[in-house]
């Protein structure tokens, strides 16, 4: 499902849900989770076994992914990547660095978010107008948790360009319902990629098999395109 989202350059993996035989985890990532629910401990192995068959794809050995900076993954110097993991699915997407520039995928349950809360504090007024309307043309996605996995997607590529978090108001999501496609509008100053300040990311999205699922890439070819 989730290399549908993605441009050629990149390889993916995913599962739907997790193995009978636990993956096997190198020792560091092991003692990360060794105290963790078991649900955890599976969702960790799983996840780790996507990115590492993702990395196989690109013709790379097997490495520990171990946590960084405020939980992102380390990649090896050659590879940007990305990871997700809910419930009932697990994904990975990487690229070498001379061929995509930043990475951000997310997966979702196809459920509301909780409650209006929730869905005030992850969203600005303008996108709330847009939920509207959305989901008058198609009642059958989950339209605010769609935009709050896109949310995430945005996050996950602003990150490793910047080293800053970024909040839910920092970005302006707009959703085509009909291309599976989103973009994001940095309501911040963006990073610089190769002297280009890029003002926002577009996105794909798809909803099946219960899933809501987002994708940003961007690619070396198409920074100009984003500024």
Do not use: N
Not at 115 to 130: G, K, N, S, W, Y
Not at 147 to 161: D, H, I, N, Q, R
Request: charged share 20%; with cysteine; glycine share 8%.
């Amino acid at each position: 499902m989730i290399e549908e989202l993605l441009p050629a350059p990149m390889a993916a993996a995913e599962a739907f849900g997790d193995p009978a035989v636990p993956p096997v985890l190198f020792a560091e990532e092991a003692a990360l989770v060794a105290r963790s629910v078991p649900a955890r401990q599976a969702e960790f192995r799983t996840v780790r076994a996507c990115a590492r068959e993702a990395l196989g794809q690109l013709g790379l050995g097997p490495v520990p992914i171990l946590p960084g900076t405020r939980g992102a993954p380390r990649w090896p110097a050659s590879v940007v990547g990305s990871m997700t993991h809910c419930a009932g699915y697990r994904a990975a997407a990487v690229g070498f660095v001379e061929d995509v520039v930043t990475v951000g995928v997310d997966a979702e349950p196809d459920r509301p978010l909780p409650d209006q809360d929730v869905l005030e504090a992850v969203t600005i007024p303008e996108e709330r107008r847009m939920l509207t309307g959305l989901a008058a043309r198609r009642p059958d996605v989950c339209w605010d948790r769609l935009l709050f996995s896109a949310k995430e997607s945005v996050y996950k590529a602003w990150y490793p360009l910047t080293g800053r978090p970024l909040d839910f108001d920092e970005a302006l999501i707009e959703v085509d319902p009909t291309a599976g496609s989103f973009s994001a509008r940095l309501l911040v100053p963006g990073p610089v990629v190769a002297g280009t300040r890029l003002s926002g990311f577009d996105g794909a999205w798809l909803a099946r098999q219960g899933l809501v699922v987002t994708a940003i890439a961007v690619t070396s070819d198409t920074v100009g395109r984003t500024a």
